[in-house]
């Protein structure tokens, strides 16, 4: 197996280490997971299809500490489920050189993650592509204080705004393509995270931000093997 395949199923619910806990769930063929930042402002589920593992269930408490062990390794990699009287216990990775064990947790002290029980319409849809993903994450590495990105609709046109606020700041301003526009004025969402969902996706070519004026935004990446949905919620304005 390809290490490389593996880290990108980590990196697109870890998010440059906002979510560290998570249940993994195999069906002998895909590898999946739900997961939902600490203060709960970003949720989602990723899956890595053509993926062999045991028909399992895990609980992977600190992905930060898996993806060091990682690193230890070289590029192809086996990796197999160790457990005792029917309890996975552990992973065990090697390159045919080293190994690596990394210690599973309960599943019972993996947080759930919340379900979305109702989702609400999505009046406004923006297209996302390489030149947005590449522009998005420049601005947000130039305004690195800054910790919100806003959609603003004038005149029947969509921007997005990195570090927007209603007095005189320093921000980058980043025009948009859109399928619909039902924006009702501006809405206001962390750019921290939303850079993080790029970075880790930022190989898609494309892709649609669906926006709902109830105060949530919706974006799917497919990639190759992988399929990842992210739910953010709106922040207070600014």
């Known amino acids: 197996m390809k290490k490389s395949k593996l880290e990108g199923f980590i990196k697109r619910y ?30 989602g589920n990723t899956s890595l299809d053509n993926f062999k593992f045991d028909d399992s269930e895990i609980g ?24 005792t009287q029917d309890t996975a216990v552990s992973l ?16 019972d002290v993996i947080p759930n993650t919340p379900d979305m029980k109702k989702i609400p319409d ?19 590495s130039a305004l690195s204080e800054s910790d919100s990105f806003t959609i603003l609709n004038k005149d029947g046109s969509l921007q ?35 850079k993080e969902v790029l970075v880790a996706n930022k190989e898609c070519t494309s892709a649609v931000l669906e926006v709902s004026n109830d105060g949530l935004a919706r974006v799917n990446f497919k990639v190759d093997d992988y399929d990842s949905t992210y739910y953010v919620v709106a922040t207070s304005e600014v």
């Open 92 to 107: 065990k990775l090697n390159d045919k050189v080293n190994s690596v064990d990394f210690t599973l947790s309960r599943l």
């Open 160 to 194: 997005v705004v990195i570090g927007y606020s209603s007095t005189n700041t320093d921000r980058v301003n980043i025009p948009v393509e859109t399928e619909t526009n039902g924006l009702d004025g501006k809405i206001t969402f962390n750019a921290n995270l939303f």
């Open 14 to 43: 870890n998010l440059g280490g906002n979510v560290n806990s998570v249940k993994w769930k195999s069906d002998g063929d895909s590898l999946s997971t739900s997961f939902v930042t600490p203060d709960k402002s970003l949720l």
């Open 60 to 83: 992977v408490y600190r992905t930060d500490s898996l993806q060091k062990l990682l690193g230890a390794l070289s590029d192809e990699v086996d990796l197999k489920l160790l457990s």
């Open 122 to 140: 999505f009046q406004t849809k923006i297209k996302l592509n390489s030149q947005f993903i590449d522009s998005f994450i420049r601005g947000k």
